[in-house]
């Protein structure tokens, strides 16, 4: 993993935020960018895919938001 990579996932913790929707959302993509950086070769088009998920990710926990109090999977 390059260091490029090795500091988008650094933007993907959860663990900060309350349990609820906005945990869920932040915790459910940041395995997918966590699994991807494992799963794919070092180059700029992972890196490239890392930001744009971690710009995905801002836009879902923003979305949860206005999710009501419960879990987003019911």
Known sequence: MSDHQH????YFTHAH???GPLRD???QLGCV???MAAQLPD???????LRKLL???DCFV????DYP???IHD
């Open 7 to 10: 500091h988008l996932l650094r």
């Open 55 to 57: 710009e995905a990710k």
């Open 25 to 27: 959302v932040s915790g």
């Open 69 to 71: 109090e419960g879990d």
């Open 33 to 35: 960018a966590r699994d």
């Open 43 to 49: 180059g700029p088009e992972l890196t490239a895919g």
């Open 62 to 65: 923003r979305a949860a938001l």
């Open 17 to 19: 935020l309350p349990e």
